[in-house]
């Protein structure tokens, strides 16, 4: 037979958010497209991780994490959400949120099991499901508002699913589910008796007076929900990778054990770094960021409006959404492309985010930049309008 990849490489291909990166550098654009957040790390996190370099925290951590990490975490939670968590028992710091879903995945579903999607859906949420050979079924959300109904769940649930991810604040259409939303959520997933992931990176990115809602806090839901998060995003820390999984102690000794096997730990001073800003940055750090990336939102919304391509204004996390109909091509993808040969912008083409052809006239633009990058490519943007 000869030297030949495994079969499991058919499962896992690039991503096109990857992909459009490569795309900008080719003819150094301004990269809109992958979610990089480049903006400065807050002072206490850098300091906290070379304190911690320099006090020779350098080496193998338990493969659920620093103790002062996870004690940290314990209260962030309980004081943006009420949510009690035992840092000893049910917290599993790993690499990343990726990481931690991964694992989790791992740990609690089969070959063969479902697990419901909405989309337009984050990628990499497919293909963590398809690597450990779950299978992905999907639920089709409405624009503006990015609404479902019960009988959209009900046409999809079937004798093997097993669990439902729900990404709130939403990669990449910004929803916000709303607290009847997530009852109603609730109650579908106790009826069939499902696991709930959850990914709430963007927790703190919430606009327009909206509120984010862990799943986990209402009634009867903690221990069925896989609550993951992290702090790529908060702190602008996307290469540190320190991310965790939140969940009942039933499930989070096997979701360690396979955190221990695929990654052995997070790296051990920069989950220092994360527990100091943790601890040390007030409340008011979190609003403000909240106020500073609305802002930019609105900046970068205008723009596309001006040039006549459509935002679906988000109620959360870093991107937006917008009808790219106009612009010449036989696909997203093509769309973008011209787009980005025009004009310098790299997006993420819509066919991304969903299994058939429905997003082939959105794209995906990231506005988590430094202002004087945002506004260069806002004004290359409305220029579009103008050609």
């Excluded at 990089?36 to 006090?55: H, I, N």
């Excluded at 601890?279 to 750090?285: C, F, R, T």
């Excluded at 988000?314 to 025009?342: C, D, F, H, T, W």
């Amino acid at each position: 037979m000869g030297l030949k990849l495994s079969e499991r490489h058919a499962w896992v291909v690039q991503s096109e958010i990857r992909n459009m990166s490569i795309e900008c550098d080719l003819v150094k654009g301004i990269n809109l497209s992958q979610g990089v957040c480049d903006l400065e790390v807050p002072a206490v996190v850098r300091q906290g991780a070379k304190a911690a370099m320099d006090a020779g925290i350098n080496t193998y951590t338990r493969y659920d994490g620093l103790t002062e990490l996870r004690q940290a975490i314990a209260h962030k939670q309980k004081l943006f959400t009420g949510m009690e968590v035992n840092f000893e028992s049910e917290i599993i710091v790993s690499a990343g949120a990726t990481g931690a879903l991964y694992c989790a995945c791992l740990a609690l579903l089969d070959p063969g099991d479902e697990v419901i999607l909405f989309e337009p859906y984050y990628g990499y949420h497919v293909s963590t499901l398809v690597a450990t050979q779950a299978v992905p079924v999907y639920v089709r959300m409405e624009p503006p508002d990015w609404t479902f109904s019960d009988q959209d769940l009900e046409r999809v649930v079937s004798a093997k699913t097993r669990g439902i991810i729900i990404n709130s604040p939403a990669n990449p259409s910004g929803k916000v589910f709303t607290h009847e939303e997530l009852e109603r959520l609730a109650a579908f997933a106790a009826k069939y008796d499902l696991f709930v992931f959850t990914d709430e990176i963007y927790e703190h990115f919430v606009y327009d007076g909206k509120r984010h809602i862990p799943p986990a806090i209402l009634p009867g839901m903690k221990e069925r929900t896989i609550t993951i998060s992290g702090l790529s995003k908060t702190f602008s820390i996307t290469g540190w990778r320190v991310g965790y999984c939140l969940c009942d102690a039933k499930w989070a000794q096997a979701i360690g054990y396979f955190n221990d096997l695929v990654y052995v730990c997070a790296p051990a001073p920069l989950q220092m770094g994360v527990a100091k800003g943790l601890m040390d940055l007030e409340v008011e750090y979190y609003a403000r960021l909240a106020g500073e990336y609305v802002i930019k939102r609105d900046k970068i919304c205008e723009a596309l409006s001006r040039a006549s391509l459509e935002p679906y204004v988000p109620q959360g996390a870093y991107y937006v959404l917008a009808n790219i109909s106009l612009i010449p091509g036989e696909s997203s993808k093509g769309k973008a492309m011209v787009l980005l040969r025009r004009s310098g912008i790299a997006c993420v083409p819509g066919e991304a985010f969903y299994h058939d052809e429905a997003g082939e006239n959105l794209a995906r633009f990231c506005f988590a930049k430094e202002d004087a990058v945002l506004d260069e490519a806002c004004r290359r943007i409305e220029k579009l309008g103008k050609s």
